[in-house]
Nanobody
Framework: QVQLVESGGGLVQAGGSLRLSCAAS????????MGWFRQAPGKEREFVAA????????YYADSVKGRFTISRDNAKNTVYLQMNSLKPEDTAVYYC???????????????????WGQGTQVTVSS
């Protein structure tokens, strides 16, 4: 069983930055591809970014490309999402997810992820 705990959310003005962290209770985080998803009120959960087991591959939603950066520190069992140039439409609950992967690939499909965190709220004011 893998437990994921997100942190770093909060209230920020448009144009500001936040850094989300996802701490994983797992012996070997490098066995998992990791992803970030978000869900705004009244909307479906959507893919934000993903990173492969080694960090060699990353994948972003078009809506965040160039503004958000996903990274990981396998030694610290932690994944990060650096969010810059935030917009009000980025307001959502952000979820971290882990995919028990057998290759160094990434996926944007939520159904592929095996474990999910409880989420952290990000609110961007205009």
């Amino acid at each position: 069983q893998v437990q994921l705990v997100e942190s770093g959310g909060g209230l920020v003005q448009a144009g500001g930055s936040l850094r989300l962290s996802c701490a994983a209770s797992v012996r070997t985080l490098s066995n998992y591809a990791m992803g970030w998803f978000r869900q705004a009120p009244g909307k479906e959960r959507e893919f934000v970014a993903a990173i492969s087991r080694t960090g060699g591959s990353t994948y972003y939603a078009d809506s965040v490309k160039g503004r958000f950066t996903i990274s990981r520190d396998n030694a610290k069992n932690t994944v990060y999402l650096q969010m810059n140039s935030l917009k009000p439409e980025d307001t959502a609950v952000y979820y971290c997810a882990a995919d028990r992967s057998w290759s160094d690939s990434v996926t944007r499909l939520a159904i592929q992820y095996d474990y999910w965190g409880q989420g952290t709220q990000v609110t961007v004011s205009s």
